[in-house]
T-cell receptor, first 111, second 113 residues
Framework: SQKIEQNSEALNIQEGKTATLTCNYTNYSPAYLQWYRQDPGRGPVFLLLIRENEKEKRKERLKVTFDTTLKQSLFHITASQPADSATYLCALDGGYSTLTFGKGTMLLVSP | DAGVIQSPRHEVTEMGQEVTLRCKPISGHDYLFWYRQTMMRGLELLIYFNNNVPIDDSGMPEDRFSAKMPNASFSTLKIQPSEPRDSAVYFC???????????FGPGTRLTVL
């Protein structure tokens, strides 16, 4: 069955450093992958979409890579700020217009 | 646009009671999704609609759960009878077209005692 893995442990980094979050998947060949941010008590908010034929996508301080051979996506936040502290969810094309979400990784950026 | 609107934001009920959650998607969006989020299982898709028609309800856990979309601007998720294990945050989301970003509502936190 399809499986998506994100680090369950929180990632703690210092302000100004680059945060790198990992999303691994198995038994899957998604056509695209999305990343969302979720703050406590709120719904997920879309950040980036990357398709299977794209290696890398950037948006301001965010960068996403998609390696279909390794079945892995990396999500980078450069020059991280305390305001970047949140849970980040990876979501894969689940077929038929749906998304299958990972459980997310909490990022804590300390000043 | 105000975004996806959900009501109520919080619901506390007793086991056996009927619960109705409501959602107003973003105007013009063709797809509407209902999700449930728990610490154990993460964010799970329950059912989704395309142009008001239910397409896939395989994520609905039991017959106690039902969802309707009588028109393009309103959907309900009903649980009858509710059980303590239904306690979770329920999200509604909408999207414009296939493979596009999903816009989530603020969620309804349901507690069944």
């Amino acid at each position: 069955s399809q499986k998506i893995e994100q680090n369950s442990e929180a990632l703690n980094i210092q302000e100004g450093k680059t945060a790198t979050l990992t999303c691994n998947y198995t038994n899957y060949s998604p056509a695209y992958l999305q990343w969302y941010r979720q703050d406590p008590g709120r719904g997920p908010v879309f950040l980036l979409l990357i398709r299977e034929n794209e290696k890398e996508k950037r948006k301001e301080r965010l960068k996403v890579t998609f390696d279909t051979t390794l079945k892995q996506s990396l999500f980078h936040i450069t020059a991280s700020q305390p305001a970047d502290s949140a849970t980040y969810l990876c979501a894969l094309d689940g077929g038929y217009s749906t998304l299958t979400f990972g459980k997310g990784t909490m990022l804590l950026v300390s000043p | 646009d105000a975004g996806v609107i959900q009501s109520p934001r919080h619901e506390v009920t007793e086991m056996g009671q009927e619960v109705t959650l409501r959602c107003k998607p973003i105007s013009g969006h063709d797809y509407l999704f209902w999700y449930r989020q728990t610490m154990m299982r993460g964010l799970e898709l329950l059912i989704y609609f395309n142009n008001n028609v239910p397409i896939d309800d395989s994520g609905m856990p039991e017959d106690r759960f039902s969802a309707k979309m009588p028109n393009a601007s309103f959907s309900t998720l009903k649980i009858q009878p509710s059980e303590p294990r239904d306690s979770a945050v329920y999200f509604c989301a909408s999207s414009l077209v296939r493979e596009s970003e999903q816009f989530f509502g603020p969620g309804t936190r349901l507690t069944v005692l």
